[in-house]
T-cell receptor, first 117, second 108 residues
Framework: GAVVSQHPSWVICKSGTSVKIECRSL??????MFWYRQFPKQSLMLMAT?????????EQGVEKDKFLINHASLTLSTLTVTSAHPEDSSFYIC?????????????FGEGSWLTVV | SQQGEEDPQALSIQEGENATMNCSYK?????LQWYRQNSGRGLVHLIL?????REKHSGRLRVTLDTSKKSSSLLITASRAADTASYFC????????FGAGTTVTVRA
């Protein structure tokens, strides 16, 4: 099946610094990618929808200036957590839609553990 | 807002037994997808069932969809220890909305 690669798998950063997480679709082009956040033992919460070549659409309550999303190509979307704080520590997962429009399978990356110290 | 909600929240079964979990959703859908997540890992796509389908099989997995009741079920037959994971359903109205998941523990 389709593969989505996420990097890094885990990262530790100091409070106040920024960290970038990459999401790549390895064997298909993804016009649309999604970024989720997941706290332990909880469901995935959609943060934003990333559209290639245009601005991301953020969910209510998600600060767009804090969570910068760039989708510069059909195979790469990046999430940058700016001025990270300990409360930003979480598991971040990206997904990519194979094909355009609803009704297509969405594949997930392996996730990135972010710890802010 | 959460669209898919799984039931039960947790399930513990013996290896070889079947595991059944349910998913309910609130609005009309184009399709419904089931995913598995091992602890601390990403989600693995299991199966997609479209709104005009009633049942679908994939290996030991059987998914049903009842659009009149806005519900779906996932059956894992002859469970194995490796099936221990959390299972999520998600509806695809262009972007996925997840429920809290069902945590399945398969005892050897």
């Amino acid at each position: 099946g389709a593969v989505v690669s996420q990097h890094p798998s885990w990262v530790i950063c100091k409070s106040g610094t920024s960290v970038k997480i990459e999401c790549r679709s390895l064997d298909f082009q993804a016009t649309t990618m999604f970024w989720y956040r997941q706290f332990p033992k909880q469901s995935l919460m959609l943060m934003a929808t990333s559209n290639e070549g245009s601005k991301a659409t953020y969910e209510q309550g998600v600060e767009k200036d804090k969570f910068l999303i760039n989708h510069a190509s059909l195979t790469l979307s990046t999430l940058t957590v700016t001025s990270a704080h300990p409360e930003d520590s979480s598991f971040y997962i990206c997904s990519a839609m194979q094909g355009a429009g609803s009704g297509n399978t969405i594949y997930f990356g392996e996730g990135s553990w972010l710890t802010v110290v | 807002s959460q669209q898919g909600e799984e039931d039960p929240q947790a399930l513990s079964i013996q290896e070889g037994e079947n595991a059944t979990m349910n998913c309910s959703y609130k609005t009309s859908i184009n399709n419904l997808q089931w995913y598995r997540q091992n602890s601390g890992r990403g989600l693995v796509h299991l199966i997609l069932i479209r709104s005009n389908e009633r049942e679908k099989h994939s290996g030991r997995l059987r998914v049903t969809l009842d659009t009149s009741k806005k519900s779906s079920s996932l059956l894992i037959t002859a469970s194995r220890a490796a099936d221990t994971a959390s299972y999520f359903c998600a509806t695809n109205d262009y972007k996925l909305s997840f429920g809290a998941g069902t945590t399945v523990t398969v005892r050897a």
